[in-house]
């Protein structure tokens, strides 16, 4: 039998963002601040509803925070922290270092610079190709 996953709440990603902008700080003007609601319950469901493994799941809800953008402040921190809190809840690893460094890869992700395979073998391994801005 196919072990059912755990996926995060609304409420709970929205914890995260305060969480997120309390203990990383970096500019003055982050407050904690839904811009769209909708946007997490659409960003969940597309991951429930997605066909593949537990990492496919995990790429959709990091780029899907990202991208869409849900809070005013804070987008990639919470990505960063709810992606890591659904491997870990349901027996993934997460093998992203906690390091300022990874802020260049998830602005890559937020511009769409980088494929679902390279984030999926990023969050499973740790390596990626370094972001560069397309001239």
């Known amino acids: ?6 996926y995060p709440t ?3 990603i929205i914890e995260y ?3 997120a902008l309390t203990i990383i700080k970096v500019k003055k003007a982050d407050r904690p601040k839904v811009l769209s609601s909708g946007r997490l319950d659409h960003i969940i469901k597309e991951c429930e509803i997605l066909e ?3 990492y496919d799941k995990a790429v959709c809800l990091l780029k899907g925070i990202i991208q869409l953008h849900p809070f005013a402040s804070g987008n990639r921190r919470t990505a960063f922290i709810v992606t890591k809190e659904f491997l870990n809840q349901n027996g993934g690893k997460f093998n992203i270092e906690d390091d300022p460094k990874q ?6 992700i937020r511009e769409k610079y980088y494929m679902d395979e390279e984030i999926k073998e990023w969050i499973k391994h740790g390596k990626i190709k370094p972001f560069k801005r397309f001239e």
Do not use: H
Not at 1 to 6: D, G, S, T, V, Y
Not at 103 to 108: D, R
């Open 1 to 6: 039998m196919e072990k059912r996953l755990k």
């Open 10 to 12: 609304a409420d709970r």
């Open 17 to 19: 963002n305060v969480l």
């Open 52 to 54: 593949g493994d537990l």
């Open 103 to 108: 802020a260049k890869v998830m602005l890559g």
